[in-house]
C-alpha cells in the first residue's frame, strides 16, 4: 500500500521562511492557542541545549485556500501549500519569538510572546519587571533576530550596558558573544518534518492527529472530538470558539454571553453538548461514536455519523442558547454564589449545566420551576465535591438516573432523592465541622458558608454592608477594608505559643468583618477587643442574629484556641445547614428573625442515638407538684432539661413520649391527663417553658413540634443555646441554675453558678 507521508528535513529558518511568505498554513482542524509563556521558555531551553524537540505534521492542502488561516497577522504573499496538523503549538511559538509577530492567545487577543536571556549563565526566563531592569538580561530575545541592529552591535551594546553596573573581563566578554552567538544560531535549528499526502482525506488526517496523539499528555480527549468537528461542522466549532470568546469580552449591547461568574472553555461547552445530545460524559467514548462507529460491526458509517452530529447539532443549539443560559447562570446566583471567585470545580458548573438543560428540554419545566431545583443541586454539588475526583463516571450514573424520570415531577424527584443522601444528618453533624478543620484558603465548604451568609442576606460583622454586596464583583467597592480576618490575631496566637501556618490560619478562626476606623487589633487577645467592638458595633436588636450569621458561640473570646475552633467549626456547619433549608423550603429561621435555627431532627433520627449531652428522651411531660400532689404541666424534669440546654454551649433536643430505652410511648396518657389534644398540649408546653423560664430565652431559643411515630405522638422540643444564663422556676418562688452533665442534667449551687456564668458568659 502506497504511504500517506513522506519525510522532509528542515532548518528552522526555512520554516519561517516558508511562513513569513504563506507556504505553510494553518487549517481549521487546530485552535489558535499558544503556550504558556513557561513552555516557551522551556521550548528555546531545551533546542540551546541541544535537545531534541519533536517533529512536525503537515499535509499537502488539498482544500480552497480560502479554508485556512495564518499564524501571524501580516500580509501572506501566496496561498499556502502545505498545513500544519500537528506541531502547531511549538511552530506557533518559534515563528512568534523569532520574528518578533503576534498571535491569537487563549483570551482571543493578539499577544507577543517575550522571553529573555541571561548569557552569564545561559539561562532563559520570563521576563517581569526586574528582569526588564536588570543589564544582565537580554530581556527580550526578539530583537537578535527581528530588531533593527545587526548580531555584532547588539553584542556590543549588551556588553557596554553590563560595563556600565560592574567590570566585565575579557574572558567573561568572550563567553558572553559565544552565548549570543550560539543563541543567534538557533535559527538553523534542525527540523524533521512528515509530510501527508495531498490525497488524504480530511477525515484520514483527523484521524492521523488523533492517533499520533492519543500516547500522549499534552491533548485531550476534547481535542480529538473539536479535531472531527472542524472536519465535519466546522461550523459548529466555530459557534463554540465565538461564544467563548464573546462570554470574555463585554459589549454595552444586549445578547452577550459575558458575565462575572463562569468563562467557558470551547471544551467545556463541548461537554455540554455531548452530555445533552448524546447523554455521555466520557469524551472518551465519544470520538468512536462521532465518527459513525457501528456498534455491532464495528464499521464507520456516514449515515450513523450523521444521525450523532444531528444530536449534536440540536444540543448545541439549546447549550449556547442565551436565555438558557443566563437562567442557569440566575440560579447559581439563587444559590448564595456570586462570581467565579467562589468556584472551586469548573465540572461542577458544567455538569449542573446538563443537568439544566435535560430538565428544559426534556421535560419542558419552566425557569421559574426550575430556578431553585437547580440551585440547591449545585449547593449541594459545590459543597460536596460531587464532580471533583472521578468527576466523569459519577456524571455518567447520575445520567442514567436522570434517563428513569417520565415526567418533569420525577426528574425534580430523582434530583433532590440524591440531594437527601448526600446532605444527611451525620453529614451536617459530622462530616461537615471536619470538613470546615482545614487551613486552606480555597475550599468548598468555605464558600458555601460564604453562600449561606448571602443567602441568610447576613451583614458584614461590624458593619451595615451586606455580605453580598461584598462578594459580588459587580457591586463590590472598589477599595474596603471588608475582608475575612482572623479573629484570634496571629500575632496574639503566637504570643501566646501557638505557631505553624496550619494553626494558625485555621477557617474557622476567620471571620467576614469591617474593622471600624483605628480599632483593627494587633496583639490584643478577642477578650479585649471583641466585647467593646460588640457592644459599640452591633445593635441590641442584632446581636443574636449576628452571632449565629457569623458563627460566634456566646463567650468565644475566652475559650482556649482549639476549643473555639471546635465549637465554632460546628456553628458554620449549622449555619450553612440553615441557608440550604431556605433553598429547599424558601424559609429559614434564624435568630433575631422572628425564629431561631433549628436542627430539626426527625424521631427516627432521635432513636438513632443515645441520651447524651444534647439529647434527652421523657416519656411523660406530666409531673406532680411537690406541695398538693396534683399534676404540673410540663413537670420539672421537662422544666430543668430544657434550662440546662438552654445554658449549654451547644443547646439540644427534648422527645416527650419516649422511654430512656428508646421505645415510642407516646402522648395518649398525657392527653387524657390533661384533657389536650396534641396543638392544645403543644401550646400548653411554650406557656410552661415560658412561666418557668422567661419570655425572651423560651421564644427566642425554642421550639416544641409534634410528629408521629410508630402511629403515637411524640413532641420534640428543639433547644439553642441562650445569649443570657437562665435560670428557672421549679417550685413556687424558687429559681435554679440547670446544666448538662454528659446525658444528665444538674442543678449549682451560687458559688458553682457564678462560676460558671463568668466562665460561659463572661458575666
Same mark, same amino acid.
Given at each position: 500500500?502506497?504511504?500517506?507521508?513522506?519525510?522532509?528535513?528542515?532548518?528552522?529558518?526555512?520554516?519561517?521562511?516558508?511562513?513569513?511568505?504563506?507556504?505553510?498554513?494553518?487549517? @481549521?482542524?487546530?485552535?489558535? %492557542?499558544?503556550?504558556?509563556?513557561?513552555?516557551?521558555?522551556?521550548?528555546?531551553?531545551?533546542?540551546?541545549?541541544?535537545?531534541?524537540?519533536?517533529?512536525?505534521?503537515?499535509?499537502?492542502?488539498?482544500?480552497?485556500?480560502?479554508?485556512?488561516?495564518?499564524?501571524?497577522?501580516?500580509?501572506?504573499?501566496?496561498?499556502?501549500?502545505?498545513?500544519?496538523?500537528?506541531?502547531?503549538?511549538?511552530?506557533?511559538?518559534? =515563528?512568534?519569538?523569532?520574528?518578533?509577530?503576534?498571535?491569537?492567545?487563549?483570551?482571543?487577543?493578539?499577544?507577543?510572546?517575550?522571553?529573555?536571556?541571561?548569557?552569564?549563565?545561559?539561562? %532563559?526566563?520570563?521576563?517581569?519587571?526586574?528582569? +526588564?531592569?536588570?543589564?544582565?538580561?537580554?530581556?527580550?530575545?526578539?530583537?537578535?533576530?527581528?530588531?533593527?541592529?545587526?548580531?555584532?552591535?547588539?553584542?556590543?551594546?549588551?556588553? +557596554?550596558?553590563?560595563?556600565?553596573?560592574?567590570?566585565?573581563?575579557?574572558?567573561?566578554?568572550?563567553?558572553?558573544?559565544?552565548?549570543?552567538?550560539?543563541?543567534?544560531?538557533?535559527? +538553523?535549528?534542525?527540523?524533521?518534518?512528515?509530510?501527508?499526502?495531498?490525497?488524504?482525506?480530511?477525515?484520514? *488526517?483527523?484521524?492521523?492527529?488523533?492517533?499520533?496523539?492519543?500516547?500522549?499528555?499534552?491533548?485531550?480527549?476534547?481535542?480529538?472530538?473539536?479535531?472531527?468537528?472542524?472536519?465535519?461542522?466546522?461550523?459548529?466549532?466555530?459557534?463554540?470558539?465565538?461564544?467563548?470568546?464573546?462570554?470574555?469580552?463585554?459589549?454595552?449591547?444586549?445578547? &452577550?454571553?459575558?458575565?462575572?461568574?463562569?468563562?467557558?472553555?470551547?471544551?467545556?461547552?463541548?461537554?455540554?453538548?455531548?452530555?445533552?445530545?448524546?447523554?455521555?460524559?466520557?469524551?472518551?467514548?465519544?470520538?468512536?461514536?462521532?465518527?459513525?462507529?457501528?456498534?455491532?460491526?464495528?464499521?464507520?458509517?456516514?449515515?450513523?455519523?450523521?444521525?450523532?452530529?444531528?444530536?449534536?447539532?440540536?444540543?448545541?443549539?439549546?447549550?449556547? +442558547?442565551?436565555?438558557?443560559?443566563?437562567?442557569?447562570?440566575?440560579?447559581?446566583?439563587?444559590?448564595?454564589?456570586?462570581?467565579?471567585?467562589?468556584?472551586?470545580?469548573?465540572?461542577?458548573?458544567?455538569?449542573?449545566?446538563?443537568?439544566?438543560?435535560?430538565?428544559?428540554?426534556?421535560?419542558?419545566?419552566?425557569?421559574?420551576?426550575?430556578?431553585?431545583?437547580?440551585?440547591?443541586?449545585?449547593?449541594?454539588?459545590?459543597?460536596?465535591?460531587?464532580?471533583?475526583?472521578?468527576?466523569?463516571?459519577?456524571?455518567?450514573?447520575?445520567?442514567?438516573?436522570?434517563?428513569?424520570?417520565?415526567?418533569?415531577?420525577?426528574?425534580?424527584?430523582?434530583?433532590?432523592?440524591?440531594?437527601?443522601?448526600?446532605?444527611?444528618?451525620?453529614?451536617?453533624? *459530622?462530616?461537615?465541622?471536619?470538613?470546615?478543620?482545614?487551613?486552606?484558603?480555597?475550599?468548598?465548604?468555605?464558600?458555601?458558608?460564604?453562600?449561606?451568609? &448571602?443567602?441568610? @442576606?447576613?451583614?458584614?460583622?461590624?458593619?451595615?454592608?451586606?455580605?453580598?454586596?461584598?462578594?459580588?464583583?459587580?457591586?463590590?467597592?472598589?477599595?474596603?477594608?471588608?475582608?475575612? =480576618?482572623?479573629?484570634?490575631?496571629?500575632?496574639?496566637?503566637?504570643?501566646?505559643?501557638?505557631?505553624?501556618?496550619?494553626?494558625?490560619?485555621?477557617?474557622?478562626?476567620?471571620?467576614?468583618?469591617?474593622?471600624?476606623?483605628?480599632?483593627?487589633?494587633?496583639?490584643?487577645?478577642?477578650?479585649?477587643?471583641?466585647? /467593646?467592638?460588640?457592644?459599640?458595633?452591633?445593635?441590641?436588636?442584632?446581636?443574636?442574629?449576628?452571632?449565629?450569621?457569623?458563627?460566634?458561640?456566646?463567650?468565644? @473570646?475566652?475559650?482556649?484556641?482549639?476549643?473555639?475552633?471546635?465549637?465554632?467549626?460546628?456553628?458554620?456547619?449549622?449555619?450553612?445547614?440553615?441557608?440550604?433549608?431556605?433553598?429547599?423550603?424558601?424559609?429559614?429561621?434564624?435568630?433575631?428573625?422572628?425564629?431561631?435555627?433549628?436542627?430539626?431532627?426527625?424521631?427516627?433520627?432521635?432513636?438513632?442515638?443515645?441520651?447524651? %449531652?444534647?439529647?434527652?428522651?421523657?416519656?411523660?411531660?406530666?409531673?406532680?407538684?411537690?406541695?398538693?400532689?396534683?399534676?404540673?404541666?410540663?413537670?420539672?424534669?421537662?422544666?430543668?432539661?430544657?434550662?440546662?440546654?438552654?445554658?449549654?454551649?451547644?443547646?439540644?433536643?427534648?422527645?416527650?413520649?419516649?422511654?430512656?430505652?428508646?421505645?415510642?410511648?407516646?402522648?395518649?396518657?398525657? %392527653?387524657?391527663?390533661?384533657?389536650?389534644?396534641?396543638?392544645?398540649?403543644?401550646?400548653?408546653? &411554650?406557656?410552661?417553658?415560658?412561666?418557668?423560664?422567661?419570655?425572651?430565652?423560651?421564644?427566642?431559643?425554642?421550639?416544641?413540634?409534634?410528629?408521629?411515630?410508630?402511629?403515637?405522638?411524640?413532641?420534640?422540643?428543639?433547644?439553642?443555646?441562650?445569649?443570657?444564663?437562665?435560670?428557672?422556676?421549679?417550685? /413556687?418562688?424558687?429559681?435554679?441554675?440547670?446544666?448538662?452533665?454528659?446525658?444528665?442534667?444538674?442543678?449549682?449551687?451560687?458559688?458553682?453558678?457564678?462560676?460558671?456564668?463568668?466562665?460561659?458568659?463572661?458575666?
Amino acid at each position: 500500500m502506497k504511504a500517506l507521508f513522506r519525510e522532509v528535513n528542515y532548518q528552522l529558518s526555512k520554516l519561517l521562511a516558508e511562513i513569513e511568505d504563506g507556504d505553510i498554513g494553518l487549517p @481549521e482542524i487546530q485552535r489558535p %492557542f499558544v503556550w504558556s509563556r513557561t513552555k516557551v521558555r522551556d521550548l528555546f531551553d531545551s533546542m540551546y541545549r541541544g535537545f531534541p524537540v519533536g517533529y512536525f505534521l503537515f499535509w499537502e492542502n488539498p482544500a480552497n485556500p480560502a479554508t485556512t488561516r495564518q499564524i501571524g497577522f501580516n500580509e501572506k504573499q501566496q496561498v499556502a501549500r502545505r498545513l500544519i496538523v500537528d506541531g502547531q503549538q511549538r511552530l506557533t511559538s518559534l =515563528y512568534s519569538v523569532i520574528k518578533d509577530r503576534p498571535v491569537l492567545d487563549d483570551e482571543y487577543q493578539q499577544s507577543r510572546l517575550t522571553i529573555a536571556f541571561r548569557p552569564r549563565d545561559r539561562r %532563559f526566563a520570563v521576563p517581569d519587571a526586574a528582569i +526588564d531592569k536588570d543589564p544582565e538580561y537580554i530581556s527580550n530575545i526578539s530583537h537578535l533576530w527581528s530588531g533593527p541592529k545587526s548580531r555584532h552591535r547588539f553584542q556590543t551594546e549588551f556588553i +557596554d550596558r553590563l560595563r556600565s553596573s560592574r567590570d566585565v573581563s575579557p574572558a567573561e566578554e568572550d563567553h558572553i558573544i559565544e552565548a549570543i552567538d550560539r543563541l543567534y544560531d538557533l535559527r +538553523d535549528y534542525p527540523f524533521t518534518a512528515l509530510e501527508l499526502s495531498a490525497s488524504a482525506s480530511e477525515e484520514e *488526517v483527523a484521524d492521523i492527529f488523533v492517533r499520533i496523539n492519543s500516547e500522549g499528555v499534552e491533548l485531550k480527549q476534547a481535542d480529538f472530538i473539536l479535531t472531527l468537528m472542524s472536519v465535519h461542522w466546522d461550523a459548529g466549532r466555530q459557534e463554540l470558539e465565538q461564544f467563548c470568546y464573546s462570554a470574555r469580552h463585554p459589549k454595552t449591547a444586549s445578547g &452577550t454571553p459575558y458575565n462575572n461568574f463562569f468563562i467557558p472553555n470551547p471544551d467545556e461547552l463541548l461537554r455540554v453538548t455531548v452530555g445533552l445530545g448524546l447523554r455521555r460524559a466520557r469524551l472518551q467514548a465519544v470520538y468512536p461514536v462521532l465518527r459513525g462507529k457501528e456498534l455491532d460491526t464495528g464499521r464507520i458509517s456516514p449515515d450513523a455519523r450523521e444521525r450523532q452530529f444531528d444530536l449534536l447539532r440540536a444540543a448545541q443549539r439549546e447549550a449556547l +442558547d442565551l436565555d438558557n443560559w443566563h437562567e442557569f447562570l440566575g440560579a447559581l446566583r439563587h444559590a448564595g454564589y456570586r462570581s467565579g471567585a467562589m468556584i472551586t470545580s469548573r465540572f461542577t458548573i458544567v455538569f449542573s449545566y446538563i443537568a439544566f438543560l435535560i430538565a428544559k428540554s426534556d421535560y419542558d419545566i419552566s425557569y421559574t420551576d426550575l430556578k431553585p431545583v437547580i440551585a440547591r443541586w449545585f449547593f449541594m454539588c459545590s459543597l460536596t465535591g460531587r464532580y471533583t475526583g472521578s468527576s466523569e463516571s459519577r456524571m455518567e450514573q447520575d445520567l442514567r438516573r436522570f434517563a428513569e424520570a417520565r415526567t418533569g415531577e420525577e426528574f425534580i424527584s430523582i434530583l433532590d432523592g440524591v440531594i437527601n443522601t448526600q446532605l444527611t444528618n451525620d453529614f451536617w453533624d *459530622v462530616a461537615l465541622p471536619d470538613l470546615l478543620a482545614t487551613s486552606a484558603s480555597y475550599s468548598p465548604s468555605l464558600f458555601a458558608y460564604h453562600a449561606s451568609l &448571602t443567602l441568610l @442576606e447576613a451583614n458584614v460583622l461590624f458593619t451595615s454592608m451586606p455580605v453580598s454586596d461584598l462578594l459580588d464583583p459587580s457591586t463590590k467597592p472598589k477599595k474596603t477594608s471588608a475582608d475575612r =480576618y482572623q479573629l484570634f490575631r496571629r500575632k496574639y496566637l503566637e504570643s501566646t505559643g501557638i505557631h505553624g501556618v496550619s494553626r494558625l490560619n485555621q477557617l474557622a478562626n476567620y471571620a467576614i468583618l469591617e474593622w471600624p476606623a483605628g480599632k483593627k487589633p494587633s496583639t490584643e487577645s478577642p477578650l479585649d477587643y471583641f466585647p /467593646k467592638l460588640w457592644e459599640s458595633y452591633v445593635p441590641e436588636e442584632q446581636q443574636d442574629k449576628t452571632r449565629f450569621l457569623h458563627g460566634l458561640p456566646e463567650g468565644w @473570646e475566652q475559650l482556649e484556641y482549639e476549643e473555639f475552633l471546635d465549637r465554632r467549626r460546628k456553628h458554620l456547619a449549622l449555619v450553612i445547614k440553615t441557608a440550604f433549608e431556605k433553598l429547599r423550603t424558601g424559609t429559614a429561621a434564624v435568630p433575631g428573625s422572628g425564629e431561631r435555627a433549628w436542627t430539626g431532627h426527625t424521631v427516627q433520627e432521635l432513636l438513632s442515638q443515645e441520651e447524651s %449531652f444534647e439529647v434527652e428522651f421523657k416519656q411523660t411531660g406530666i409531673g406532680q407538684r411537690a406541695d398538693s400532689g396534683k399534676a404540673k404541666f410540663p413537670s420539672d424534669a421537662v422544666i430543668k432539661t430544657v434550662a440546662a440546654f438552654l445554658n449549654s454551649g451547644t443547646g439540644g433536643t427534648l422527645a416527650i413520649g419516649i422511654t430512656d430505652d428508646k421505645r415510642i410511648l407516646g402522648l395518649a396518657s398525657d %392527653f387524657d391527663a390533661s384533657g389536650m389534644d396534641v396543638d392544645k398540649y403543644l401550646n400548653a408546653v &411554650t406557656s410552661g417553658l415560658v412561666s418557668a423560664c422567661g419570655a425572651g430565652p423560651v421564644t427566642l431559643h425554642t421550639r416544641a413540634r409534634a410528629e408521629k411515630a410508630e402511629g403515637e405522638w411524640v413532641v420534640v422540643i428543639d433547644v439553642s443555646p441562650s445569649s443570657k444564663p437562665v435560670f428557672a422556676r421549679v417550685t /413556687k418562688n424558687d429559681e435554679a441554675f440547670f446544666v448538662r452533665a454528659n446525658n444528665t442534667t444538674r442543678q449549682l449551687g451560687i458559688s458553682e453558678a457564678h462560676e460558671y456564668i463568668g466562665t460561659r458568659w463572661g458575666a
